[in-house]
């Protein structure tokens, strides 16, 4: 975590550096399982897609600012197009004592907001037109809060450069289905064993998309819960922010289904997922309920409430 003023968080550097860990091991693991499948004749194939992930991996490191503003639609504006929210971010800024980012507004009902970034310095936080059409100061000041403390605790980076397991394998589950179309799997294509080489691949890859799927949920709901608490602790205004959790959450359900599905690449990175109702998509949602959030806000205010001992 950068030094800022913001409420450091132990159990969330340790996920970080966990999730990173496994993933790492689990991209080894896939590299040897693919070499093993393809055998002594090819066993180059596995060394370009282990080529392909690092270089994959790289570039979202690399582009996460410009590739998240482009899927949003958004663009960064000046201090003299948005004034105040320039102000409201350069005062949270100073308070906690860190760099201040690019700031970005994505023309969209949907009210939402996220930071993305590879570094604290290149880092760029974004609100759509329909959450500032919905919240007041405190509440838009508490949302931003929340952002900037996922840029201080650089989670953004992890999750970004993390999620490129899980690509890597939809790629191969994808490749290995057009070669179970095109006859892959026949003659040459067979391992010792008669098991075609693309069914192989197939379930190496479906293992390794669950596997990360399930790493990332879990490190994405704890920071999400660690950035609220940070938030709410700069601003000392805790129900302002779950104030604009209820808006945001409630507001999203009146977005069209159309809107919501072409947002919802961003998931990950949005302060409230881009998800309608309760469904099996709530269930493994890249964010804690509502509830969780609300419930960690109130003790929150409680502590906050009382007298110092």
């Given at each position: 975590m950068a030094r800022t003023r913001f409420v450091g968080d132990a159990g969330l550097t340790a996920?970080?550096?966990?999730?990173?860990?496994?993933?790492?091991?689990?991209?080894?693991?896939?590299?040897?399982?693919?070499?093993?499948?393809?055998?002594?004749?090819?066993?180059?194939?596995?060394?370009?897609?282990?080529?392909v992930g690092i270089g994959i991996a790289w570039w979202q490191w690399y582009s996460s600012d410009t590739i998240a503003m482009k899927a949003m639609r958004a663009r960064e504006v000046t201090p003299q197009q948005a004034p105040e929210l320039h102000a409201m971010i350069d005062r949270l800024c100073a308070l906690?004592?860190?760099?201040?980012?690019?700031?970005?507004?994505?023309?969209?009902?949907?009210?939402?907001?996220?930071?993305?970034?590879?570094?604290?310095?290149?880092s760029v936080v974004v609100v759509t037109t329909?959450?500032?059409?919905?919240?007041?100061?405190?509440?838009?000041?508490?949302?931003?809060?929340?952002?900037?403390?996922?840029?201080?605790?650089?989670?953004?980076?992890?999750?970004t450069v993390a999620s490129s397991a899980g690509i890597i394998a939809g790629m191969l589950a994808r490749g290995s289905q057009y070669g179970a179309m095109f006859g892959g799997g026949r003659g040459r294509g067979n391992n010792n064993n008669g098991v075609p080489v693309w069914l192989l691949v197939l379930v190496v890859s479906l293992l390794v998309y669950a596997v990360s799927f399930i790493l990332l949920r879990l490190l994405s709901r704890y920071r999400e819960l660690s950035a609220d608490r940070?938030?709410?602790?700069?601003?000392?205004?805790?129900?302002?922010?779950?104030?604009?959790?209820?808006?945001?959450?409630?507001d999203i359900n009146a977005i069209p289904q159309r809107d919501l599905r072409q947002a919802q690449t961003m998931n990950a990175f949005f302060i409230a997922p881009a998800i309608r109702g309760v469904s099996l998509k709530t269930l493994t949602s890249t964010h804690p309920s509502l509830e969780q959030r609300l419930e960690q806000l109130a003790r929150i205010e409680a502590e906050l409430g009382r007298p110092a001992a």
């Open positions: 996920r970080m550096t966990t999730v990173m860990f496994l993933l790492g091991a689990i991209f080894v693991a896939l590299i040897v399982a693919l070499m093993f499948i393809f055998g002594r004749n090819s066993p180059g194939i596995a060394v370009i897609i282990g080529l906690a004592d860190m760099p201040k980012p690019r700031v970005g507004v994505a023309d969209t009902d949907m009210p939402n907001a996220f930071a993305t970034g590879r570094s604290p310095s290149r329909g959450i500032l059409r919905r919240l007041d100061a405190e509440e838009l000041e508490g949302v931003l809060a929340h952002e900037l403390s996922h840029v201080a605790h650089r989670d953004v980076l992890v999750m940070a938030g709410a602790q700069l601003t000392m205004k805790p129900r302002a922010l779950a104030s604009a959790l209820q808006k945001i959450t409630g």
